[in-house]
């Protein structure tokens, strides 16, 4: 697992405090993939409900609190594919 990666685990696992009805998929351009879902947050690629994808710099800003996920995906930072529902729920918790 990459430096980032476990970074971003740790960080997600902070702020969602392990609930989670839904799956979600963050992509991290060049690092990997990282998965939510009512196991918890772990690295992984596989399929999910939602999939939230930026470079590292992004999710890094987003995880720190330095970067609203909103603007973020407003600005083209972030994309996402799949259910905006779910996109929209992380946001919160994120922001």
Do not use: W, Y
């Amino acid at each position: 697992m990459s430096e980032v990666i476990g970074h971003a685990v740790e960080a997600l696992n902070a702020k969602l405090c392990g609930s989670c009805d839904g799956s979600a998929k963050f992509v991290i351009e060049v690092e990997g993939a990282i998965m939510l879902d009512g196991d918890g947050v772990r690295e992984g690629d596989e399929d999910a409900d939602v999939t939230v994808t930026a470079d590292t710099d992004t999710f890094r800003a987003i995880l720190d609190g330095d970067l609203n996920p909103t603007s973020a995906f407003m600005s083209g930072k972030l994309q996402v594919a799949g259910d905006m529902g779910m996109a929209m729920k992380l946001g919160g918790v994120l922001g």
